[in-house]
């Protein structure tokens, strides 16, 4: 398998070759989440979806050591690769342009499909058919699309084990390239800017706590510059705004 390099991901594809049928509803906006791949991601690979509202976002992490072996994942000098599409309804639609996929997992895999999720059909068609462009490879912050801690797996435990798959593809890296490498400077390089990288649920955190203490601020300011009173003689006089 050839190199992959080492890229974020972003920009990926929209995937909508004409369908048939009538599409099944988008889910509202939600938060990541795994939808195929292994009960252990970090180490055998995930497919990741999320709706926007219109669409839903795909994104497959797969391991570079479990799928070329340890050797050739220090040459590709980056733990994880992955792939991404935008799915439409219709793409998920079992009588739409992927149809034969769906018939394909119901004849070979007694699944209703139909009875299925929208979200769940995701794994089966991401299996099925090529509607993935890769998106080069990183370290985990750096190719997955939201903290760990964010994206809600399948199994309990599994974000943590993003950051230890980090530590070891690390570890591995200098015990087979040496620490004074270029190779190895430029792997350690990419795992400090991954590790330096804000997560977007963190910054949707920080731009509400900034909010939140602006609109404190703000109160605060305008409660000050409200019109006070004083008593004089049993009658209220007003005397102006408090500066």
């Given amino acids: 398998m050839g190199r992959r390099g080492s890229a974020g991901a972003q920009g990926v594809r929209r995937v909508q070759p004409a369908g048939l049928g009538a599409p099944p509803a988008i889910p509202p906006p939600g938060p990541w989440r795994q939808v195929g791949g292994d009960m252990s991601p970090a180490a055998y690979g995930a497919v990741l979806a999320r709706s926007t509202g219109d669409e839903i976002e795909v994104l497959r992490v797969e391991s570079v050591i479990d799928v070329v072996g340890e050797s050739e994942a220090v040459d590709a000098e980056v733990p994880f690769w992955a792939e991404a599409a935008r799915l439409t309804a219709e793409d998920l639609d079992p009588e739409g342009p992927y149809a034969s996929v769906f018939r394909g997992v119901e004849r070979d895999g007694g699944v209703d499909v139909e009875g299925l999720d929208v979200m769940d059909r995701v794994g089966l068609l991401v299996d099925g058919a090529d509607v ?48 004074r490498g270029k190779r190895f400077q430029r792997i350690a390089k990419l795992y400090k800017l ?12 920080e731009r509400a706590r900034r909010k939140a203490h602006r609109e404190r601020a703000e109160a605060v300011a305008q409660a000050k510059r409200k019109p006070w009173r004083k008593r004089l003689s049993g009658h209220v006089e007003f005397t102006g705004l408090r500066r």
């Fill in 132 to 179: 993935l462009e890769s998106q080069g490879g990183g370290f985990s912050r750096a190719v997955l699309p939201d903290h760990p801690g964010a994206i809600e797996w399948l199994a309990l435990g599994a974000a943590v084990d993003w950051a230890e798959a980090d530590g070891e593809y690390l570890a591995l890296a200098k015990a087979r390239l040496g620490s």
């Fill in 194 to 205: 991954a590790a330096q990288r804000v997560s977007p649920s963190a910054e949707r955190h």
